[in-house]
């Protein structure tokens, strides 16, 4: 059996910290879909076109990455494309809190879906989306904190 994977966020933007997540769950699955999530009660900065986009470039040359746009109840859209596995990245005690108790939710809603924790390298512990978008919002160097092509079209 072919083991899928969903990696869902928001991804505003994707960051070198959830690369760094990606990249290191590469060896553990057969497929990574990564699902940008379009949640009401945010409004991001960048349009999911663009974050998608920008997915997609960073992982053109990985064909077992994959991305999709989802609404509604992780554990459906897992459903949907066949996902056996949820990847959750932990960046310190109080990420692991909150993502344990989504997983136990998921867990109570379909008990054929596991949740995989993969805990953040450490130089990306303290890197949030938030802190990102706060940077770029005030014009600050975002280089060590996103992908080079988002640096690159940005200052285009």
């Known amino acids: ?3 899928i994977c969903l990696f869902p966020g928001t991804f505003d933007p ?3 910290g959830h690369t760094d997540v990606i990249d290191r769950s590469l060896d553990l699955f057969d ?12 409004t991001p900065m960048f349009p999911l076109e663009q974050r998608i986009e920008w997915i997609r470039e960073i992982y053109s040359d990985r064909p077992k ?3 999709i746009s989802y609404e509604g109840l992780t554990v459906n859209t ?3 494309i066949g996902a056996q596995f949820i990847l959750r990245g932990i960046r310190s005690i109080g990420d692991f809190e909150y993502e344990k ?5 998921n867990r109570m809603m379909d008990e054929n879906i596991e949740t995989i924790f993969l805990s953040c390298s450490p130089r ?3 890197l949030a989306s938030s802190l990102v978008r ?3 919002r005030y014009g600050g160097d975002a280089s060590q904190l996103l992908p080079a092509n988002i640096i690159r079209q940005l200052k285009a």
Do not use: F, P, Q
């Open 1 to 3: 059996m072919k083991r």
């Open 14 to 16: 994707i960051t070198l």
């Open 31 to 42: 497929e990574i879909v990564v699902g940008v999530g379009v949640n009401a009660a945010k």
């Open 65 to 67: 990455v994959k991305v």
């Open 78 to 80: 897992c459903k949907e």
């Open 101 to 105: 108790a989504i997983a136990d939710v």
């Open 124 to 126: 990306y512990s303290t």
């Open 134 to 136: 706060d940077v770029l």
